[in-house]
């Protein structure tokens, strides 16, 4: 029975390694989804800009220009 307990810290030391991991991998997939949101966002605000006519391009250009 005695010759079980390092298998056993063993085991439990793995599991919490893995515990570890998983947080690891939670917190990075919840800043991904943040990025994608983030970006899902920006992408539908300038289709919506394409739509009427705008390409986003013509707004920076015409901040450029001189006042005339």
Do not use: C, F
């Not at 991998?25 to 983030?38: D, G, R």
Request: proline share 3%; net charge positive; charged share 30%.
């Amino acid at each position: 029975m005695n010759e079980l307990g390092p298998y056993i810290n063993k085991l439990r030391a793995e599991m919490a390694d893995k515990e570890r991991r998983i947080g690891i991998l939670a917190a990075e997939k919840q800043v991904l989804q943040s990025v994608i949101s983030t970006l899902q966002d920006i992408h539908t605000a300038l289709n919506k800009g394409n739509k009427h006519g705008h390409t986003g391009r013509e707004s920076e250009s015409k901040s450029k220009a001189a006042p005339e």
